[in-house]
């Protein structure tokens, strides 16, 4: 079971990339990162399909991401999470 202090640990470790950051509005993956920007957060949108979500530039791909992101949040279904944690090496497991 995760701790709130490690929830906190991993927060802490801005800025955060969020993989599956949707461009809807209406779906899951956008309104997190929505509320997550709107709480003061450094959230990195992911998205290869996309340019800009809320005014904020998004990366085609986790392998774009700048080297100082050390989180990744991932928002996408079960069968493209393993692709992409796989190319994500800077996370212990």
Known sequence: MVTLKQIEEFIALEPVAMA?????????????????KEKGM?????????TEIHGV?????????????????IMTSRQKTAGIRKFFRRFPK
């Open 20 to 36: 599956g950051v949707s461009r809807n509005p209406k779906k899951f993956g956008f309104a997190a990162f929505r509320e997550l």
């Open 42 to 50: 450094n959230i990195i949108p992911v998205n290869p399909n996309a």
């Open 57 to 73: 530039k998004v990366f085609p791909d986790i392998k774009s991401l700048p080297e100082n992101v050390k989180s990744l949040i």
